[in-house]
Structures are given as C-alpha cells and as structure tokens.
C-alpha cells in the first residue's frame, strides 16, 4: 500500500511540474494556435482580386519575362504627359510595382532596387482614379490610395475615393497628375537609412528613390504605358491625400496610356553620333 501510495505521489509531482513547464512564456512553441506552432487547419487560397480582407486586394502575380528587351525599352523611354482616356489593367499594375520595389530574393525579402545596407526605406503608394485600373473580371478597382506591401504584393486601402483632383491640387496643378489613370507616390522614410548611416543616408534615400522611378519608366514603356517623374509638389498636402502615416514624399510619378508612342531608329542615333564625332 505504502508503494503504491509513494508511485502516486511520484507521478502528481511529475504532473505538477510538467504543467508548470507548459505555462512558461518562452516555451509558447508548444501550445497549439501560438507562435511557431503548425496551423490546425491548412491556409486556403486567395483569388489574384481579393483576400477578404476588407481594404485589401492581393495583385496578380507579375511575370519574370517579356516580349520588350532592355535595349527596346531604354531607347523608347520619354517623359510623357499626355495620355489618353482608357486604363490601365489590374495585371499592368502589379507589373508596375514589382518593378518599382518588388521582390528578386525570397530568403531576405531582396528588391528590384539596390538600397544601402538593404534598409529598404521607401514606401509605395498608388492613387487611383474612378475607372482607372480595369479588373479582369470586369469592373474597376475601387477609386482611392493604396499602400502596396512588397512581401505579399498585394494593396492596402488607406483612403477610399476619388483623390486625383486633390493630388492634382497638391502638385501645383500639373494636370497630367489628374489625367493620368494612376499615380505612383514614392516616400522616403530617412530613418531607417539613417539610423545606419548619419547625415550621409540622407543621399542614399534619395538615391534609391531614382533607382525605384527608373525601374517604373521601364516597366511602363516596355507596357506600352506612359509615365513621367513630378517633383514639383506641396509636401504635406500630398502627404495628407494620400494618407501616409509616415515618411516624405519624393516622386509622384502619373502613369497611364499614352496619346502616342516615342521610338528612336538605329539610322537616326548612328547619323546623330557621326555628326558629333
């Protein structure tokens, strides 16, 4: 009796001691639904159109290859300020803001943009105007600013409605900013640059945000799109239509189709080149 008594004692301290070790906040790994534990139930697929997530619309997944080679793209890149009144699909979109700042390198969330010291601080806005980006499905995306998240490539609702009149506004009345069926707004959020690199990440924001625009000129012209890089804005008037929670804005880059297509032939640059040499 006596053993028996002592092998219960033995297992209701093991028992004791085991639940205690299970509450323990550094051992969360362990209960089922915490942090680093596997799900219960397998995630389900989204459509390319929606999550479900009020506000939120994941974008179709951007293609890795073209029909438009880098030279074809370079020597076809302008400015463009005209555009015609038609929009610009959901899928040219995602092309769009992968090439401005989406992801090359999937273990460490690596860009389109080289960035010093990978601090990434730039931020992706997309103002757009009522029927300016057509769904596949028929329709138009929902008029207003989106925030873009690079590691899900989808957009985030941040201000729901017409705003192109008000950017437009805020740009000093470059029309092209209303006409245009889309903006790209680019911020910079110095911080995170600088809280590296002092004083000197000042430039290297600024830089990234060139290498962003660049990337945006080419997807576009290799699109048949058009955009052109504004600079000339009131600063916390674009801030505020947009919705920006933080940073500064840098570019606000129009984009849409143009009224008609720039292209340079090899005859014109080889006559232009003779004649300078």
């Not at 005209?82 to 460490?108: C, F």
Request: glycine share 10%; hydrophobic share 40%.
């Amino acid at each position: 009796m006596r053993r028996r008594w002592l092998i219960f004692l033995v297992l209701s301290i093991g028992a004791v001691a085991a639940l205690s070790l299970y509450r323990l906040p550094g051992l969360d790994f362990l209960r089922p639904g915490r942090r680093g534990a596997p799900a219960t139930t397998p995630a389900t697929a989204t459509s390319p159109a929606s999550t479900g997530i009020m506000g939120r619309v994941c974008l179709p997944l951007p293609r890795l290859s073209g029909d438009v080679s880098l030279e074809e793209a370079l020597r076809r890149r302008r400015s463009v300020r005209d555009y015609a009144s038609m929009p610009v699909s959901l899928e040219e979109l995602s092309q769009l803001l992968w090439a401005a700042y989406g992801v090359t390198e999937t273990n460490w969330s690596l860009k389109t943009t080289p960035s010093a010291g990978g601090t990434y601080p730039l931020d992706i806005y997309v103002v757009v105007k009522s029927g300016g980006v057509s769904l596949s499905s028929g329709g138009f995306l929902a008029p207003g600013s989106y925030r873009y998240d690079f590691r899900s490539h989808c957009l985030e609702l941040v201000r729901e409605g017409s705003l192109a009149e008000q950017l437009c506004e805020a740009a000093l009345a470059q029309e092209w900013v209303r006409d245009a069926a889309l903006n790209i707004v680019i911020f910079g959020v110095y911080e995170r640059t600088t809280r590296r690199y002092g004083e000197r990440g000042y430039r290297y924001v600024y830089m990234e945000a060139g290498h962003a625009s660049q990337n945006i000129y080419l997807q576009a012209t290799a699109l048949g799109l058009g955009t052109v890089a504004v600079g000339a804005f009131i600063d916390d008037e674009v801030k505020r239509v947009v919705g920006a929670a933080e940073g500064e804005p840098l570019y606000i880059m129009p984009v849409g189709r143009p009224v008609s297509l720039y292209d340079l032939g090899e005859g014109e640059l080889g006559r232009y080149y003779e004649k300078n040499r």
